[in-house]
Nanobody
Framework: QVQLVESGGGLVQAGGSLRLSCAAS????????MGWFRQAPGKEREFVAA????????RYADSAKGRFTISRDNARNTVYLQMNSLKPEDTAVYYC???????????????WGQGTHVTVSS
């Protein structure tokens, strides 16, 4: 079992950048594929990015391609989401998740953090 804690959210102006972190404790991070999802008010949770156990496979949602970069440091048990060129529509609660296989849907992941808020002002 693994526990996940996100950090790095906040308020940023459109065009700005944020780096989210997801720190894992319990079982080693390298045991899991990791994903980032987000949920905006009144909307369903949606996939943002995912990275396989040793970074060999990476997936992005179309909305994230070219602007967001997912990475991981298994030695530090941490996953990152670098978000550049942020837009107001990126405003959401961002969640990291851990699972056995890389996937783009929430049911593919077994463990979830509590989320970190990202607000992008126009």
């Amino acid at each position: 079992q693994v526990q996940l804690v996100e950090s790095g959210g906040g308020l940023v102006q459109a065009g700005g950048s944020l780096r989210l972190s997801c720190a894992a404790s319990g079982r080693a991070l390298s045991s899991y594929t990791m994903g980032w999802f987000r949920q905006a008010p009144g909307k369903e949770r949606e996939f943002v990015a995912a990275i396989s156990r040793y970074s060999g496979t990476i997936r992005y949602a179309d909305s994230a391609k070219g602007r967001f970069t997912i990475s991981r440091d298994n030695a530090r048990n941490t996953v990152y989401l670098q978000m550049n060129s942020l837009k107001p529509e990126d405003t959401a609660v961002y969640y990291c998740a851990a699972g056995p296989l890389i996937g783009t849907t929430a049911p593919a992941y077994d463990y979830w953090g509590q989320g970190t808020h990202v607000t992008v002002s126009s």
